[in-house]
């Protein structure tokens, strides 16, 4: 990935093994909250295990699975 890590980037831009912070979605509610119920919220880290459709994206120790929909709803910060 080229970006700066400042700038947010859309979550599909990834590949596998980046790491990144979500910064900005424009997610259903429910949605939103399955994630964050998950692990993924703004406030952690995560690493893209698998980079396609679904999207696998480790956080911590979980393992989850996004569909393209989903991903593309997504802003993300590199880190």
Do not use: K, Q
């Given at each position: 990935m080229t970006q700066a890590p400042n700038h947010d980037v859309p979550f599909t831009d990834l590949q596998a093994g980046d790491r990144a912070r979500l910064v900005a979605d424009t997610l259903r509610a429910d949605d939103r909250d399955a994630l964050a119920a998950l692990g993924l919220t703004r406030a952690v880290s995560f690493r893209v295990a698998r980079a396609g459709d679904p999207w696998i994206v480790q956080v911590r120790s979980t393992r989850i699975g996004l569909s393209a929909a989903a991903a593309r709803c997504?802003?993300?910060?590199?880190v």
């Open positions: 997504l802003r993300v910060v590199p």
